[in-house]
């Protein structure tokens, strides 16, 4: 059974980092794509940035240039290193991966960008 446990998340003022981790089990983990998507109060979830199983990555145009994503075949983790964080980068954030044809998710890191 897959499963996606997030951490990372908090509170931090404006311009500040944080960096979330996104830890997989019972999938071969080399060979997935790997995604980040956010959802903030009222709105549509949306995909933040992903990393396919070679490496290449695809971010939203709102964190080009601050948040980076990557992984760690050997410790089964996928990251999302987030810089010059902005209060509208406030949000659950969500790590996603599809499998077999569906589509796992995990519970959400809350990440809040306020002074």
């Known amino acids: 059974q897959v499963q996606l446990v997030e951490s990372g998340g908090g509170l931090v003022q404006p311009g500040g980092s944080l960096r979330l981790s996104c830890a997989a089990s019972g999938m071969i983990f080399s060979i997935a794509a790997m995604r980040w998507y956010r959802q903030a109060p009222g709105k549509q979830r949306e995909l933040v940035a992903r990393?396919?199983?070679?490496?290449?990555?695809n971010y939203a145009d709102s964190v080009k240039g601050r948040f980076t994503i990557s992984r760690d075949n050997a410790k089964n983790t996928v990251y999302l290193q987030m810089n010059s964080l902005k209060p509208e980068d406030t949000a659950v954030y969500y790590c996603n991966t599809p499998v077999g044809g569906a589509d796992y998710w995990g519970q959400g890191t809350q990440v809040t960008v306020s002074s």
């Open positions: 990393i396919s199983s070679l490496r290449m990555t």
